[in-house]
């Protein structure tokens, strides 16, 4: 923990350096023509410190050609104005702390004759413009190498981390999506664009935060805008997309085809996929840094994908679609060591489990939106999913008492067979009115759900205590059907300069019917009877109606001339009215009148956000919200395949509600392209529902009943620092996290004579993670070290407590050698402390690959990759719940190599 402390005290006071670093001097000015004297928008503002001209800050003018920098500290600056077909005019400043703004006048700009008559003018791109909340990077100001793709253009991009799981965090903050040309491309993966889009067809890189449809269209913020990075490519009209083909040891192949094509009005794509490496999709195929990561899910996997996606915005019509289809085969082997908690004694228990399962998915989003007018939208979205899976498997389960001596043994096997599907749609009206602000907005929700399975399960139990035998056929028969619609209404009326005054209605309906018929055999003679068991059988009718009014109150005090400064807030209460209603039919409570619950809640919320700057901000968020138990939740039987854990529901279950809470702050700086984010987080749940869990002692068999319990809350908080070094090149990111919760559990000794026993689980878990990385044209290399801790702690079974100790050091390396050869390595140790078992075995990882990029514009490839080439990949998982603590193996991809062929089309491209 010495290392620990230590690696804390550094980042705090780094963070606090961050914090003293405080910019507060804003430079504007107008830029105009010199003879005309008409002003010139769109003109490039750089403000560059002295004596290196590194930027500081940058802009483009707006409207009269007027600017404002973002703020920056004291100091000798020299501001470079330009504009196409003009001479740049560069302009020595001296900021002092004495006057917090500095007005430069009218800068002129003299058109420059040799650049108007030549036939072709170009003009040098600033690596970076400070456009109000949007940051923009041309893509001609980082190098990189020919054939390469979209990740490796944004991994130059000062303050950007992507980590193996394709997740993009720029200066703190996640990107969730990444689009073209302003349109979705397949859903806004990321993984899929990183890995496919060349890098020489992209012009410039937006970063904004792309507000959701509702709160463009109303003007109301609705706290679900989301981190995107919008690619602005070079030419508008042409196709893109890869070829990719590989073959290994094992019989492991890849395969796939995607094939892109964009207009100034159209996106359109199309993919197939085929491997049996774990691989999610195309994003993955034939990269190392991805496949290498393949059994972090545990299983072995064949997939095979396809998918079409089609945008269209033009005039009055913008048109969304996606559809997507997979097929999986899945072996999954599990090794588990689990201690259950009974109030002041355990139990212990080691299984073994395998699973085949064979899955298909297909899903389509659409979302077609019509501009009636300039102040009229019309915008509908229909859905659907439809899935089918089957699955076969075994299981040996041994149970020891608090003493370890055995309980029980349990031998079973079972297939089963589940189909869904999935339809619903989504129509909405919005109207501006005249009257600035002022909205109107209305919609319509419908959905239909129809789902069916059958299980069956065959178990063999041996019990010590009792020394009797048990063999158990059961059939299980099931299917479901819900229909739910819902309607929407909000009006909103600007009562000021500054605030909005929303009111809205929300009403929802639903009805869902589940059925679950158990057909039981007891013995060989009796395993043909097709009576199903009422006792263990269930069907239940649903009926929920769901009334929320919501008054909010919107202010904005935000100075968008200014370096959006200020404070803006929405802040409203809601009152929900629920009312629950069941009907049952089959079972134990088969026409008895259960109660009808009718419950009241309300709903207070708060989104804050104060802007320092339009690179500094804080934001504060709460809302209490209420949710319905679900209809397996609420039936009498939910699962009773296994005789050994019978999982039976509550009819009588509250709807829960939360109370969260959530406060974050970031801050980047332009100039030297650091920044800091922090946030800390709350959440306290009252009813919630849980597992009431009876443990019969003789044979070791659990029964669950759902039921409403109070105390589960947790909190939790995480700071990162990121900072390149003065040339750029070099990067450092460290970040911390601590989070604690408790969660609350009623377990039952035996099922008769014995109270339920309240426990209380706390855990508390923290990590820390810094990592360096050096970029350049020839080679890129990286060193990371990260610890992890994690302690458990339950009331009432205090000599039952754990803790364990993660720690891991790697590295990786990317080197481009003569000839367009370009190898890649990664290496991870992994130390391991206070796991069960053999768990505390420590690994190291290393993979590698070396690939070979020919043809003339280098759009084909060769690569051989090796994945774990010392063969110790393993999959260990700590899972804590409030009745048990298990430590879990997976079986995982082991090591292989291969061989791929990747061939790049692209006609957007240009010269870079």
Aim: aromatic share 10%.
């Amino acid at each position: 923990m010495k290392h620990t402390l230590i690696l804390l005290v550094l980042l705090w006071f780094s963070t606090g350096y961050l914090f003293a670093q405080k910019k507060d001097i804003a430079v504007s000015g107008q830029v105009i023509e010199t003879d005309t004297k008409e002003p010139v928008e769109m003109a490039t503002v750089q403000l560059l410190a002295l004596p290196d001209s590194v930027q500081a800050a940058g802009i483009t003018t707006g409207k009269q050609g007027r600017f404002t920098l973002p703020k920056v500290k004291s100091g000798k600056y020299l501001l470079k104005v330009s504009f196409v077909g003009y001479i740049t005019r560069f302009l020595p400043l001296t900021l002092s702390d004495k006057s917090l703004s500095r007005n430069v006048g009218s800068v002129t700009l003299t058109p420059d004759d040799v650049l108007l008559d030549e036939a072709v003018v170009t003009a040098e791109a600033p690596p970076v413009v400070i456009k109000a909340d949007t940051t923009e990077y041309s893509a001609s100001a980082f190098r990189v190498s020919a054939g390469a793709v979209l990740e490796d253009l944004i991994k130059k991009i000062p303050g950007t981390e992507i980590d193996a799981d394709g997740k993009i965090t720029l200066n703190g903050e996640e990107i969730k999506k990444i689009m073209v040309n302003g349109k979705d491309f397949f859903g806004g993966d990321t993984e899929m664009s990183l890995k496919n889009l060349p890098a020489d067809a992209v012009n410039k890189i937006k970063a904004y935060k792309k507000q959701s449809d509702r709160e463009r269209q109303t003007g109301i913020k609705d706290g679900k805008e989301e981190p995107v990075l919008d690619l602005t490519l070079k030419k508008n009209s042409g196709w893109m997309g890869n070829i990719v083909a590989g073959y290994g040891s094992k019989d492991r192949y890849e395969g796939g085809v995607m094939a892109n094509h964009f207009t100034d009005d159209v996106n359109m794509s199309l993919i197939g996929t085929a491997n049996n490496t774990n691989g999610r999709g195309f994003s993955e195929l034939g990269d190392a840094a991805r496949g290498m990561e393949g059994g972090r899910n545990g299983g072995l996997t064949t997939v095979q994908t396809g998918g079409f996606t089609y945008a269209k915005k033009k005039d009055k019509l913008d048109i969304r679609g996606n559809i997507r289809y997979r097929h999986n085969d899945r072996e999954f082997d599990v090794e588990s060591s689990n201690e259950t908690l009974l109030g002041n004694e355990s139990t212990f228990s080691n299984s073994r489990r395998t699973n085949k399962s064979n899955g298909h998915n297909l899903n389509g989003d659409f979302q077609v939106e019509w501009k009636i007018d300039s102040l009229s939208t019309l915008t509908f979205s229909p859905n659907f999913n439809y899935s089918k899976n089957s699955s076969l498997n075994d299981s040996w389960n041994k149970t020891l008492n608090g003493s370890k001596e055995p309980v029980n043994e349990t031998t079973s096997a079972g297939y089963g067979d589940n189909r869904n599907m999935v339809i619903s749609g989504t129509m909405s009206y919005n109207r501006r009115f005249k009257k600035q602000r002022r909205n109107l907005h209305v919609s319509v929700n419908v959905g239909y759900n129809n789902n069916s399975s059958e299980n069956f399960n065959d178990s063999y139990s041996q019990f010590f205590e009792r020394d009797s035998i048990s063999d158990i056929e059961r059939r299980n028969v099931g299917k479901g059907d819900s229909r739910n619609y819902n309607l929407f209404a909000m009006y909103s009326e600007p009562i000021s300069k500054h605030y909005i005054l929303s009111l809205g209605y929300n009403y929802s309906h639903s009805k869902g019917l589940s059925q679950s018929l158990v057909y039981d055999s007891i013995n060989y003679e009796q395993r043909f009877n097709l009576d199903f068991n009422n006792e263990l059988s269930s069907k239940v009718e649903n009926f929920y109606d769901d009334h929320n009014l919501n008054l909010s109150l919107q202010g904005d005090y935000v100075n968008r001339e200014k370096d959006y400064t200020g404070l803006s807030y929405n802040v409203g209460v809601g009152i929900n009215p629920k009312s629950t209603r069941s009907e049952t039919t089959i079972g134990p409570n088969a026409f008895k009148d259960l109660p009808r619950q009718n419950v009241v809640n309300w709903s207070p919320n708060l989104r804050l956000e104060y802007a320092f700057s339009s690179r500094e901000r804080l934001h504060i968020n709460y809302n209490g919200n209420s949710n319905a138990p679900n209809l397996l939740e609420l039936q009498e039987v939910i699962d009773v395949t296994d005789p050994m854990n019978l999982r039976y529901g509550n009819p009588n279950l509250k709807p829960s509600f939360s109370n969260n809470v959530y406060m974050g702050y970031n801050r980047y700086s332009p100039k030297s392209m650091r920044s800091i984010n922090a946030n800390v987080n709350y959440r306290n749940t009252m009813n919630s529902v849980v597992d009431r869990m009876t443990y019969d002692k003789e044979t070791g068999a659990r029964t669950y009943h759902k039921v409403n319990v109070n105390g589960n809350w947790s909190t939790g908080g995480w700071i990162s620092f990121t900072t390149p070094f003065k040339n750029k090149k070099f990067n450092l990111s460290a970040n911390v996290n601590l989070n604690y919760g408790d969660q609350m559990s009623y377990t039952t000794v035996n099922q008769e004579g014995m109270e339920m026993v309240l426990s209380t689980t706390h855990n508390f878990s923290t990590g820390e993670r810094i990592r360096g990385s050096y970029r350049s044209d020839k080679f890129d290399v990286s060193i990371n070290a990260s610890f992890r801790y994690n302690n458990i702690y339950n009331n009432k079974q205090k000599n039952s407590n754990r803790e364990t100790f993660d720690y891991t050091i790697g590295g990786d390396a990317n080197v481009k050698l003569p000839w367009d050869i370009e190898l890649s390595t990664d290496v991870n140790y992994r130390l391991k402390d206070g796991y069960s078992g053999n768990g505390d075995n420590d690994e190291l990882m290393w993979n590698a690959q070396v690939s070979k990029k020919f043809l003339k514009k280098k759009q084909a490839m060769i690569r051989f990759k090796v994945y774990d080439i010392l063969q110790q990949q393993s999959n260990l998982f700590r899972w804590v719940s409030g009745t048990s603590i298990s430590d879990t193996r997976y079986n995982t991809l082991t090591s292989y190599c291969m061989l791929h062929f990747v061939y790049r089309f692209n006609s957007l491209g240009g010269k870079r």
